[in-house]
């Protein structure tokens, strides 16, 4: 069965630092998907990761993704208020799509 | 404009009813889902299709039923034996390739 771990589950920064995002998973696939929730909101796709190795940057978020440690993770750089939402990964294997708990970060001034 | 339409927004829902999500898309993907979210939880998977007439219990599929008679539309029932129904569900599809899930904007349902 497919399983997804996030941590940390809760994440509370300052604004301007750095953080690591950490989602682990028990296949051998090499599709994963982070995304972003806002309260109330639906799901909004910030990655798309299909091989080992992928890095992928948009803004101050950078994602990767090793295959091999079945580890993916989602970089903040020098947080800004705006980032404040519940980040969720999402593994598929045989189209067998399954999510993370979610990381909710809060961005403090 | 292509997409994934949920409706409704919002349900309310008696005890003891039946009451039937609707999920439809326009992005010709084969595969779709149903999600339940509770309040500050992640999400959990109720079913999922990877191609018409064709689908596969998740990890909460009690209490729930599905259809996928046409490849645009995924609706979920609710029935009375889903004991606890009050949650946010989120329907989503994708084209079984290399691309992410696209979602709907969710049903909030309530039981009154």
């Known amino acids: 069965e497919l399983k997804v771990e996030q941590n940390p589950l809760f994440l509370s920064m300052q604004e301007g630092k750095n953080y690591t995002i950490y989602c682990n998973y028990s296949?051998?696939?090499?599709?994963l998907y982070w995304y972003r929730q806002d309260p109330g909101k639906s799901l909004e796709s910030l990655f798309v990761?299909?091989?080992?190795?992928a890095v992928k940057q948009e803004g101050r978020l950078m994602a990767s993704l090793d295959t091999k440690a079945r580890l993916s993770t989602l970089h903040i750089t020098a947080a800004v208020h705006d980032l404040s939402a519940t980040y969720f990964c999402?593994?598929?294997?045989?189209?067998?799509?399954?999510f993370g708990a979610g990381t909710r970060l809060t961005v403090k001034p | 404009d292509g997409g994934i339409t949920q409706s409704p927004k919002y349900l309310f829902r008696k005890e003891g009813q039946n009451v039937t999500l609707s999920c439809e898309q326009n992005?010709?993907?084969?595969?779709m889902y149903w999600y339940r979210q509770d309040p500050g939880q992640g999400l959990r998977l109720i079913y999922y299709?990877?191609?018409?007439?064709?689908?596969q219990k998740g990890d909460i599929a009690e209490g729930y039923s599905v259809s996928r008679e046409k490849k645009e539309s995924f609706p979920l029932t609710v029935t009375s034996a889903q004991k606890n129904p009050t949650a946010f569900y989120l329907c989503?599809?994708?084209?079984?390739?290399?691309?992410?899930?696209?979602f709907g904007q969710g049903t909030r349902l309530t039981v009154v």
């Open positions: 299709s990877q191609i018409v007439n064709d689908f």
């Open positions: 990761l299909l091989s080992n190795g």
């Open positions: 992005l010709n993907h084969d595969a």
């Open positions: 999402a593994v598929v294997d045989n189209n067998d799509m399954r």
């Open positions: 989503a599809s994708s084209s079984g390739m290399n691309t992410e899930a696209f």
């Open positions: 296949t051998t696939s090499d599709r």
